[in-house]
């Protein structure tokens, strides 16, 4: 028997999103109990605590639909942000964002524009419309402004910008935004995607893009509360930017896609900046750990401006991973990124920084 | 803004959800949610999920448990089932993964139905051929039957009517054309009284799908959780578009916790099946037209529904109101709570002095 109903022919070329391996499944695989997940730039410290009160009172509303619209998420960010509220839209994380604007902006005929070892999502939301990915060389791990803006042409409609980049951890100062923002066919998207925007901002020359939204009705912001808020587990990202360029998007979109947990999850944790501090205090700590450990070890990385950090192994990095895992540690092969040679590891607790090396040690060992 | 938008999202009219009003004290009757709260066991899920404090970890992207769970309740296999973010996503995944752009595939639909049906299949560059269904009993019309459309949506029970179609007229039209997808929406199922009757069809025929949803049946419209059920050939082209974290951690919680505590939710829907029989039965004592429904609500036709609908709101008591021509002389009424329910008939007992 098979299946008659013939489907996209977009989706033959598809092969689905290969997710972080979670540690349930490591447990199994391996008969191992301690594991230490460094995969999937998770915030170490856990959910804020404002934000685990909130969801265990939340109980007695569970029955009725959530706010359409993120409502009170909607009114309270866009006061955090100096925003008007229809500047803003809200997504089942900001993956769900990103496929929504391929829904609504991509067809055959269409092209995107990323640069070479970009965050998937990208691509397949083009190869999910049909549309065509151009692949821009890097220029020293950053983003060629100038190549990006070659590469578009009046069938362009997004050029995608990771700012910091995964799984690279690089980013582009303002002059460069500029630059590509100047550039770009106004009949374009800019999408910056900021997912690590919090730990970013850390660097005194990460830029503040908002104030380039005054000048540039063509500029997306993407942001997310999975990675310094920690809320990856609900599922909740938003976009930034012309109230026009959500008025189709917000046809796509499903009419209750983020759930009630995720909003009032989302509102406690903006309250809690202690949470947040400690956030970006471990992380710096645990950079500079890594930087000295893996200097003592000779590995080559990439500075990072968010919580990962790009390892150059100058060698086939399969290996390297499973010899990892049989050790209790999960980390990110990025071969699908087309750096084979590389792992991207997520920068956790000290003693998850700790048990790392000494696993990363042992394993080079052999 | 000067960026060219797809042509068919250009075209499209948002799918317009009923009202969720944020001041307090409305009596809300116009969303078909339960109006009955989670089972303890739910509420202790969310509470774990919460307090666990696991929730900065992405969840996970399979949501192998609660499959499980309902693939060893169902007899079917693991593969068999797609979850997703409410049942919306599932019917989305349906359209993103089999309807072809550009190569004139048409959705066929009842009408009425769930309007959403049409807004998805527009989104993807089809259209939709719609079958109309009249009183006194809704029948599907003869010519659905053989159309030859990509995919037909059947909403069993089909709202906002209630109108449940026996077993052998899905057979039908998954049989008469085997090239056509049969996606039986099963938002509803539960008020129906019918059980699991329609996976055997998963089973038995190679083009039907069955989506359910906890939004309604199991009061879980907060955590937006649905499945659909089908052939593992079928499910693996629409696993591919899905996001890869679609669900959330409490969201998979709650479900599974909430699938597993079937007394609590059989007694609320046995309550809500009582009271949709009261309620049917006082609106036709008020010379309302209410044709049988298996669904948590009922439909309720009277000559000055859309008057009634204003007049109710200012009373703080919200019911579903469509301005199609079709629907226009009624109201459609989610089976509140019993108290819920007198205060309606109260108000329109007022209203009508
Ligand atoms: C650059 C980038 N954008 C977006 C995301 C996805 O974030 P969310 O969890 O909000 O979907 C990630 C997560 O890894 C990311 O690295
Ligand atoms: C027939 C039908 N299908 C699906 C849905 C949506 O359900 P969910 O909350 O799972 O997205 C509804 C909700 O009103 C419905 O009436």
Redesign the interface.
């Given at each position: 028997?098979?299946?008659?109903?013939?489907?996209?022919?977009a989706?033959k070329s598809?092969?689905?999103?290969p997710?972080?391996k979670?540690?349930?499944e490591v447990q199994r695989e391996f008969g191992l109990t301690n594991i230490v997940?460094l995969a999937?730039n998770?915030?170490?410290?856990?959910?804020s605590p404002l934000?685990?009160k909130a969801?265990?009172a939340?109980?007695?509303?569970?029955?009725?639909?959530?706010?359409?619209g993120c409502?009170y998420l909607r009114f309270k960010l866009a006061e955090h942000l100096g925003l008007e509220p229809n500047r803003l839209i809200f997504g089942?994380?900001s993956?769900?964002i990103v496929?929504m604007l391929a829904?609504?902006?991509?067809?055959?005929g269409d092209n995107i524009v990323i640069s070479e070892h970009a965050f998937v999502r990208y691509e397949m939301g083009a190869v999910?419309?049909?549309a065509e990915t151009r692949t821009i060389a890097r220029l020293d791990w950053r983003h060629d402004p100038v190549a990006m803006v070659g590469a578009c042409d009046e069938r362009t409609?997004f050029v995608f910008v990771a700012n910091p980049e995964n799984p690279i951890g690089s980013f582009n100062p303002l002059a460069d935004l500029e630059r590509i923002l100047a550039g770009v066919p106004?009949?374009?998207?800019v999408v910056l995607d900021e997912a690590y925007y919090e730990f970013a901002r850390q660097n005194a020359d990460y830029p503040e893009s908002l104030q380039l939204l005054r000048n540039h009705?063509?500029l997306i912001i993407l942001r997310t509360f999975?990675k310094a808020y920690?809320?990856?587990?609900?599922?909740i990202g938003y976009g930034i930017g012309?109230a026009?360029?959500w008025d189709?998007v917000?046809?796509?979109?499903?009419?209750?896609?983020v759930?009630?947990?995720?909003q009032t999850?989302a509102l406690a944790a903006m309250d809690d900046s202690e949470h947040l501090q400690n956030t970006l205090d471990n992380n710096a700590r645990g950079r500079e750990f890594l930087y000295e450990e893996l200097k003592k070890l000779g590995l080559p990385y990439v500075e990072t401006a968010a919580n990962f950090i790009l390892i150059d192994f100058g060698r086939p990095a399969m290996p390297i991973y499973d010899a990892l895992l049989r050790a209790g540690v999960i980390v990110r092969p990025v071969g699908i990124y087309k750096l084979p040679n590389h792992l991207r590891v997520t920068i956790g607790l000290p003693e998850e920084n700790q048990i790392f090396v000494d696993a990363l040690r042992g394993v080079l060992r052999n | 803004?000067?960026?060219?938008?797809?042509?068919?999202?250009?075209a499209?009219?948002?799918?317009?959800?009923g009202e969720?009003p944020?001041e307090p004290g409305f009596v809300?009757l116009n969303?078909n949610?339960?109006?009955?709260?989670?089972a303890p066991a739910?509420?202790e899920a969310?509470?774990a999920?919460?307090?666990e404090?696991?929730?900065?970890?992405?969840?996970?992207?399979a949501s192998r448990s609660l499959r499980q769970t309902i693939a060893e309740s169902l007899g079917v296999e693991l593969g068999q089932i797609l979850a997703g973010?409410?049942s919306?996503?599932v019917l989305?995944l349906v359209c993103?993964?089999?309807?072809?752009?550009?190569s004139g595939d048409v959705i066929g639909m009842l009408d009425p139905t769930y309007v959403l049906y049409r807004t998805l299949a527009e989104?993807f560059?089809s259209s939709a051929r719609t079958f109309a269904t009249v009183a006194p009993d809704y029948a599907i019309p003869e010519a659905a039957y053989d159309t030859p459309v990509?995919v037909f949506f059947l909403a069993n029970p089909n709202p906002p009517i209630g109108t449940l179609y026996p077993l052998e007229q899905i057979e039908r039209l998954a049989a008469d054309n085997?090239?056509?997808?049969i996606v039986v929406d099963e938002a509803y199922v539960d008020f129906s009284g019918v059980g699991n009757a329609s996976i055997s069809l998963v089973e038995r025929f190679?083009?039907v799908l069955v989506s359910r949803t906890f939004?309604k049946s199991y009061?879980?419209?907060?955590?937006?959780v649905g499945y659909i059920v089908g052939?593992r050939?079928?499910i693996a082209?629409m696993?591919?578009?899905?996001?890869?974290?679609?669900?959330?951690?409490?969201?998979q919680a709650?479900a599974e916790a909430a699938f597993r505590a079937t007394e609590y939710y059989a007694d609320k829907t046995r309550q809500i099946c009582e009271d949709r029989a009261f309620l049917t039965e006082a609106l036709r004592r008020r010379g309302f037209e209410v044709p049988e429904s298996r669904g948590n609500f009922v439909f309720a036709r009277r000559a000055d529904a859309a008057e009634l609908y204003k007049s109710l709101k200012e009373r703080k008591i919200l019911v579903r109101y469509f301005s199609a021509p079709n629907l226009a002389d009624g109201l459609r009424i989610t089976i509140g709570t019993r108290t819920e329910i007198n205060t309606l008939l109260e108000g329109l007992d007022a209203l009508s002095k």
């Open positions: 028997m098979s299946v008659l109903v013939p489907y996209r022919s989706l598809l092969a689905p999103y997710p972080g979670p540690i349930e997940k999937s998770e915030n170490p410290l856990g959910p934000a685990i969801l265990a939340e109980s007695s509303e569970l029955n009725l639909y959530p706010e359409s409502h089942n994380g993956d769900e496929a829904q609504s902006y991509l067809g055959p999910m419309m049909g409609r106004r009949t374009a998207f009705d063509n999975s920690g809320l990856a587990g609900l599922r012309h026009d360029a189709p917000d046809r796509v979109r499903p009419p209750f896609n759930s009630r947990a995720a999850a | 803004m000067s960026i060219e938008i797809n042509a068919a999202v250009a499209l009219e948002a799918y317009v959800p969720q944020r809300k969303t949610e339960s109006p009955y709260p989670s739910v509420v969310v509470h999920a919460a307090t404090a696991a929730f900065n970890k992405y969840p996970d992207p973010n409410g919306d996503e989305r993103h993964a089999f309807l072809r752009p550009g989104m560059g990509k085997p090239a056509r997808l190679r083009n939004s009061s879980l419209a907060g955590l937006r052939r050939a079928l082209e696993e591919k578009i899905r996001d890869s974290y679609n669900l959330n951690r409490v969201s709650a």
